[in-house]
């Protein structure tokens, strides 16, 4: 697996592989099962959600390569521990910082195509997919208001031990 990290409750990672924290993983798991039922419902929503889902997948593979994984080292710092061979997760802040914007912007977009999700599913009368829509997009606020900076301050932090 990998080397434990100190005062860890078992589990064990390396910088090279950090993971994507369990709470995040599950949210967009969450979020892609939510949008293959509105695939699933065919007409306007289903082909509006399609539309979501093409944009949203390498989207959310960028956010779990390099944005996501620095945030599992949140608990070890705060604790004061020792992050053994910080380099990988300084590379991915880096790659954060540099691609913050782009991210921002795919956002963006994709909170575009939710806009015609939501709108297709109150045409056709599809409560539980409004409700998606709007999580959705709440969803990208959590990331850019929470998420992307604490990312970042991770990376701050690993640079100010150094």
């Known amino acids: ?15 090279a ?28 929503t289903g082909l509006a959600a399609r539309h979501v889902e093409e944009l949203i997948q390498p989207h959310v593979a960028r956010e779990e390569e ?3 994984p620095p945030l599992s080292l949140l608990g070890a710092l705060a604790r004061g521990e020792v992050v053994p061979d910080p380099e990988g997760a300084l590379a ?27 709108a297709a599913a109150q045409g056709e009368d599809r409560p ?18 929470l998420l992307y900076p604490a990312a970042l301050l991770v990376g701050m932090m690993l640079r100010r031990r150094a």
């Open 66 to 68: 390099f944005a996501f």
């Open 128 to 145: 539980a997919v409004v409700e998606f829509a709007k999580e959705f997009i709440r969803h990208f606020e959590t990331e850019e208001d």
């Open 1 to 15: 697996m990998g080397r434990q990290r100190a005062g860890s409750s078992g589990r064990s990672w390396t910088p």
């Open 92 to 118: 991915m802040t880096d790659r954060l910082k540099t691609e913050l914007d782009r991210l921002v912007g795919e956002h963006n977009e994709i909170a575009g195509a939710l806009q015609g999700l939501l």
């Open 17 to 44: 592989a950090l993971p994507v924290p369990r709470a995040l993983r599950a949210d967009h798991r969450e979020l892609r099962q939510d949008l293959a039922v509105a695939i699933a419902l065919g007409g306007r």
